[in-house]
């Protein structure tokens, strides 16, 4: 049950922050500049930017020491996802793999 609200995380975390970035993107192509000086137009907005950021260190804090100490492999995914994405989707997706490995190696253990 828990694989399948990580899975519906997944999808939320994909589909709402690109239900905002595309629109910019369509309206200004990819202009970092313009997308960095939105992002900290104010402090409230500079309080969400500055909050994704350090939650973006966390997260890759947790992917590799985590992902290491159960031997996943690719780690560098969830560090691209939330790249491309944000941490609306690579924690959930990490969850969702870790919660597979930690199936699989309770498999093993059992037999």
Request: with cysteine; charged share 15%; aromatic share 16%.
């Amino acid at each position: 049950m828990i694989k399948v609200i990580y899975l519906l995380l997944c999808i939320l975390g994909f589909v709402l922050p690109y239900s905002q970035f595309v629109p910019f993107v369509l309206e200004h192509g990819l202009d970092i500049k313009l997308f960095f000086e939105q992002l900290f137009a104010n402090k409230i907005s500079g309080f969400f930017g500055m909050d994704v950021i350090v939650s973006s260190l966390v997260l890759w804090t947790f992917v590799f020491w985590e992902g290491t100490r159960l031997k996943m492999q690719n780690l560098w995914v969830y560090i691209a996802c939330n790249l491309l994405v944000g941490v609306s989707l690579g924690l959930p997706l990490f969850l969702l793999m870790r919660q597979r490995q930690l199936e699989q190696q309770t498999e093993t253990l059992s037999y």
